[in-house]
């Protein structure tokens, strides 16, 4: 009597307790799992594939700020949450002016002013291709990129230095949204949040183990409750 009395006293406790914390500790892993990957920094990058940060570590920077791309590369601009920045295509001789329609040039691609997305375009030829930030006094304070840039003459770094150079006196842009296209570089899509997929896979795959979980808690449990209905009828 005295097994059987201790096991009701004690066993069903503990077995309900752990039982509790296992869903309670799986659920949470999985809620900070999701959370944590709905907005990554850039990649790594991989073949026929290019990342930047913009507004790298909280700084007015896009990183890296030049970058030798071959044709068919996809480059991908990961933004961050908080203050919104853009990607917006100029031109060597004007840093800081949206490249617009002229002649027969087509206008240069714009993300417009973002948070928490990422914005691609495909490079189509190996031609210097010049950006900066939108986002009122960026682009003065030196918020420029470029990809294939020449090693020599209109560097990077003289592109950079035309757009310091406008400091305070920088014209403040308008923002009409995102403007897909471009010239030398073609973005085929506006900015999209394209990290949610992996959050939801986050997260579905948290739930499985989480059921998988409750289903074992729950087995154990069911075969307590057996052993000490028996040590009961026994005694």
Do not use: R
Not at 30 to 47: F, G
Not at 73 to 94: D, E, K, M, R, W
Not at 182 to 201: D, I, L, M, R, Y
């Amino acid at each position: 009597m005295l097994t059987a009395a201790f096991l009701t006293a004690f066993l069903f406790p503990v077995l309900a307790a752990a039982q509790y914390d296992n869903y309670g500790t799986t659920t949470s892993a999985a809620t900070s799992a999701t959370v944590a990957v709905a907005v990554p920094s850039a990649p790594a990058n991989t073949a026929g594939f290019m990342n930047v940060d913009v507004g790298f570590q909280g700084k007015l920077v896009f990183n890296p700020a030049n970058i030798s791309a071959p044709v068919g590369t996809i480059v991908t601009f990961y933004f961050p949450s908080g203050l919104a920045h853009s990607v917006s295509q100029s031109s060597f001789a004007n840093p800081c002016t949206y490249l617009a329609a002229s002649g027969n040039t087509s206008a240069g691609f714009d993300s417009g002013l973002q948070t928490a997305v990422q914005f691609s375009i495909n490079i189509t030829d190996n031609q210097p291709i010049w950006y900066h930030c939108k986002q009122v006094k960026h682009c003065g304070l030196g918020m420029v990129g470029s990809i294939n840039a020449p090693a020599t003459g209109n560097t990077f770094a003289a592109f950079q230095s035309a757009a310091l150079a406008l400091g305070s006196s920088e014209a403040t842009e308008t923002d009409s949204g995102p403007v897909t296209g471009g010239v030398h570089g073609v973005a085929t899509a506006k900015p999209a949040n394209t990290a949610s997929t992996t959050a939801s896979a986050s997260s579905s795959s948290s739930s499985k183990s989480s059921g998988s979980t409750k289903v074992v808690a729950s087995a154990c449990l069911a075969l307590s409750v057996a052993a000490v209905a028996g040590l009961l009828a026994y005694n």
